[in-house]
């Protein structure tokens, strides 16, 4: 996929950690843990800059409240989905995100590294 982000300005919401449930293991499912989120969205901020209002611009305090919400109330076996969701979630949110980036994280996940995380870029068709 060609990113076509070069021209639009980014609003990243940056190690966003939430406790939920993910993972295959027994204990995974009943304990939560917590779950890392980086996300950048690409849209055109002018018209909000221009304005100074809430309304022309993307409100990332409303996205990051529906992916808490997501995290919290899903419980998805594996990050691959929860990444892919996440992504969905923003570009669904306001329709002037045009392409997403999101990055989930299992910290302590594995036994030798501090995370483990899945990585995907997703645009609007």
Known sequence: MTCQHDSR????????????IIGINPDERVNEQDILVNVSMWADTRAAAASDDIDDAVNYRTITKKIIAHIQSHKPMLVERLVS???????????RVQEVAVRVE??????????VGVAITRSRS
């Open 9 to 20: 300005d980014r609003i990243d919401i940056v190690d966003l950690r939430v406790s939920g």
């Open 106 to 115: 299992k910290p302590g996940a594995l036994r030798h590294a501090s995370s």
């Open 85 to 95: 969701e996440i992504a969905e979630l923003c570009l669904e949110a306001d329709h």
